[in-house]
C-alpha cells in the first residue's frame, strides 16, 4: 500500500467482506452473498470440491436446507497486506446451528449440540469497479464438540 491511511481503508473495506459474507449467509441470502465474491474466485469449503466463480458460489449457497439457522461468529481476524494487490487475512470462526422448526423460548431455540471451530483464510483483489471482493477463500473446520460429556 502506498501509505498508511490506503492501508487502512483496505483493511475495513475487506473486514467488512469477511463480516457482510458471514451475515448473508446466516440469512439464507446466497445471491448477495455470492456479489461478494470476485466473478472468477474460489471458494474451498471444508468438504467438496472447490466452487469456481460467482455463479458457482451462489448456485452453491442457494442449495442450503431451508429449515436450518446458522450464525457464524467472525473473530481474531488478521490482514497480511505482503502482496499489496492481493491482501489476505485469517478469521477464527465459530459456527451453530439450529433447526428453525424447533419452538423458540425465551432464549431462543435449541443449538444443536455440535459445534465447529473453523478458519476463513482470505484473498482479497480490487474488482474493476474499484471495489475489494473476494478473490478465494479456503475455508476450513479446526475443531468440533459434539456434546456435553459429563
Not at 88 to 109: F, T
Amino acid at each position: 500500500m502506498n501509505n498508511a491511511i490506503e492501508q487502512l481503508l483496505t483493511r475495513q473495506a475487506c473486514q467488512d467482506l469477511v463480516l457482510r459474507a458471514a451475515a448473508l449467509a446466516d440469512a439464507g441470502d446466497a445471491q448477495a452473498l455470492a456479489r461478494l465474491f470476485a466473478e472468477d474466485a474460489v471458494l474451498q469449503r471444508p468438504s467438496g470440491e472447490p466452487l469456481q466463480g460467482r455463479a458457482a458460489i451462489g448456485a452453491a449457497y442457494a442449495q442450503r436446507p431451508p429449515g436450518r439457522i446458522t450464525r457464524h461468529l467472525v473473530t481474531n481476524t488478521l490482514f497480511d497486506f505482503s502482496d499489496d494487490s492481493r491482501p489476505g487475512a485469517l478469521s477464527q470462526v465459530l459456527l451453530w446451528s439450529c433447526d428453525a422448526a424447533a419452538e423458540a423460548g425465551p432464549h431462543g431455540r435449541p443449538a444443536h449440540a455440535r459445534q465447529l471451530v473453523g478458519e476463513f483464510e482470505d484473498q482479497f483483489v480490487r474488482a474493476p469497479d474499484g471495489h475489494w471482493r473476494i478473490q478465494r477463500r479456503t475455508a476450513r473446520f479446526v475443531m468440533f464438540r459434539d456434546a456435553d460429556p459429563g
